[in-house]
């Protein structure tokens, strides 16, 4: 299956980067969910869900294939006061424990999602140990 990455990425207000290894479709977090969408009811399928933290924003990455050789990375780049963006849940119900493991280990919440509870971390712990920022929070609190 070919998908037409640039029509796709055009149609959810985004760009399409081909800098790196894998084409990437990125857009804005207002269209990430629809984004899913399309591509789900093209035939492409979930692989992985993570975070990027760049210090002052949080990329969500999404890794999905569109066939056993041709994989296709999802971007949206959030700013640190705000890392809400739409679940995926609703349209691969798999990334159930991807976007729990995101919200536990870099604070990113996923609107929409039926459980967004700690999955690794337990209830009582304070900040997200992938942050940048956490290290220094540590520190702080040590000292």
């Not at 290894?21 to 009811?41: G, K, Y």
């Not at 959030?78 to 493991?101: A, H, K, Y």
């Not at 919200?103 to 999602?113: C, R």
Request: glycine share 6%.
């Amino acid at each position: 299956m070919t998908v037409d990455l640039e029509a796709v990425a055009a149609a959810h207000s985004g760009r399409v980067d081909r800098e790196g290894l894998d084409p990437a479709i990125v857009v804005p977090r207002e269209t990430w969910r629809q984004l899913a969408q399309a591509l789900s009811e093209a035939g492409v399928w979930f692989s992985d869900l993570t975070c990027v933290d760049r210090g002052e924003t949080v990329e969500v990455v999404a890794q999905v294939c569109a066939s056993a050789s041709e994989q296709i990375t999802l971007k949206t780049v959030l700013p640190n006061r705000d890392l809400t963006v739409d679940s995926l849940w609703p349209v691969w119900p798999g990334m159930d424990w991807l976007e729990r493991e995101a919200y536990d280990m870099f604070g990113v919440s996923f609107v929409g999602h039926p459980d967004l509870t700690r999955i690794l971390m337990f209830d009582g712990f304070e900040g997200y140990p992938l942050r940048k920022s956490f290290l220094l929070e540590t520190e702080e609190k040590a000292s």
